[in-house]
Every structure is written in structure tokens, then in C-alpha cells.
T-cell receptor, first 113, second 112 residues
Framework: DGGITQSPKYLFRKEGQNVTLSCEQN?????MYWYRQDPGQGLRLIYY???????QKGDIAEGYSVSREKKESFPLTVTSAQKNPTAFYLC????????????FGSGTRLTVV | SQQGEEDPQALSIQEGENATMNCSYK?????LQWYRQNSGRGLVHLIL?????REKHSGRLRVTLDTSKKSSSLLITASRAADTASYFC????????????FGKGTKLTVNP
């Protein structure tokens, strides 16, 4: 079955640590996105990528980094520079940008301990 | 930047009733989309309506779009307990926009 897989489902980070969230899709979608969701809030865009080896900053890119070395994969690293990383992180993909519906993963809940 | 704003923020109804959620946005769009999110899960795409369409149906869902008022509504008819979720509208910002901007959502509770 085609879909988008995020791992891990839960992640705990110590202060000063970098952590990487995985996102893999087998839908052959060109575009991939990372959003952050805080309790009771909407989604805020962190980074997005339209093609391999290219990505753009979203509205809240500070403290995050991404790579797009393969079409199927778009990992997100939460660096120690991100001061308030506790949130629910959602990865999405689409056929061609915002002209089509997004397919979302099931999310990773990151908690700072 | 929040493009869409849903109204109301929360809605509680009885099973069998209809639920209406509204979305207002600020800039021109090519399309507007509605998504559902069950608690602690990812979002699920429900329906996409293009700027040249006024109404669209999918099963028990009816979406309207009024570009002159920059607003959309999502109607769920004959609601079920399983419809309990948060509902988000998302817009593409018009032009050649590559990304969706989401509102804060409406939390719908359907009581059995």
C-alpha cells in the first residue's frame, strides 16, 4: 500500500541534543513538507521541498534543518538551537505542490526532558 | 502566517444533526482544501474546491466557496460519533504558490 511513514512515533530529547525525525513516502510524490503543531493550534510550516536536492524555508525554520537526497525521504533535524521543540511534528507529501491534496504521516510527538 | 481562520473554534452536536464549519481567508486562492484530524493522528484530506467552483459534494460532506467574501463552509450531514475530530481548512495563497497554509481548526464533538 502506498503511504507516508513517520518514525519514531514518540521521541524524547535532552537539552542540547540534536534529534532527527524520519519521513519516508512511496507515493512517488515530488513535494514533501514538514509542519509543526502545538496544542490547540493549527499547523505551521517548517520546511518544504519540491524536488530532490532542493528545499525552502517555511515560516518557522529557525532551529531546524532538512535534507532531500532521495525523492522518497525528507528527514527533519531538530537542533539544539530550537529553544522550544516540544510539539507534534507532521510530514506530508503531494503530487505537485498545493494544487493537489496532501497525504500526511501519522506524526512524531517530540518531548524535551 | 495563518491564512485561513475557522469558525467556530469548537462545536458540540448530537448524533444525526448537521454540523457546519466556516473558514475565512485573506488573499486570493487557486483552491481551498478541508482536512480532518483525529486526536493524536495525522491529517486526512477530505475535499478540494477550486476557485472557479461554488459547491462540491463528497458523500455526507458539502463544501461551498464564496471567493467574493473570501469564505468557505463545510457541512457534514447526519453526523455520527465517528465524525468527532478537528477540521482544518487550508489555502494555497493563489499564484504559483507551492504550499498550503492551514487555519487553527474547528474541534467537532458528536455526542451519541
Amino acid at each position: 500500500d502506498g503511504g507516508i511513514t513517520q518514525s519514531p512515533k514518540y521521541l524524547f530529547r535532552k537539552e542540547g541534543q540534536n534529534v532527527t525525525l524520519s519521513c519516508e513516502q512511496n507515493l512517488n510524490h515530488d513535494a514533501m513538507y514538514w509542519y509543526r503543531q502545538d496544542p490547540g493550534q493549527g499547523l505551521r510550516l517548517i520546511y518544504y521541498s519540491q524536488i530532490v536536492n532542493d528545499f525552502q524555508k517555511g515560516d518557522i525554520a529557525e532551529g531546524y534543518s532538512v535534507s532531500r537526497e532521495k525523492k522518497e525521504s525528507f528527514p527533519l533535524t531538530v537542533t539544539s538551537a530550537q529553544k522550544n521543540p516540544t510539539a507534534f511534528y507532521l510530514c506530508a507529501s503531494s503530487w505537485q505542490g498545493a494544487s493537489y491534496g496532501y497525504t500526511f504521516g501519522s506524526g512524531t510527538r517530540l518531548t524535551v526532558v | 502566517s495563518q491564512q485561513g481562520e475557522e469558525d467556530p473554534q469548537a462545536l458540540s452536536i448530537q448524533e444525526g444533526e448537521n454540523a457546519t464549519m466556516n473558514c475565512s481567508y485573506k488573499t486570493s486562492i487557486n483552491n481551498l482544501q478541508w482536512y480532518r484530524q483525529n486526536s493524536g493522528r495525522g491529517l486526512v484530506h477530505l475535499i478540494l474546491i477550486r476557485s472557479n467552483e461554488r459547491e462540491k459534494h463528497s458523500g455526507r460532506l458539502r463544501v461551498t466557496l464564496d471567493t467574493s467574501k473570501k469564505s468557505s463552509s463545510l457541512l457534514i450531514t447526519a453526523s455520527r460519533a465517528a465524525d468527532t475530530a478537528s477540521y482544518f481548512c487550508a489555502t494555497d495563497g493563489g499564484g504559483g504558490s507551492e504550499k498550503l497554509v492551514f487555519g487553527k481548526g474547528t474541534k467537532l464533538t458528536v455526542n451519541p
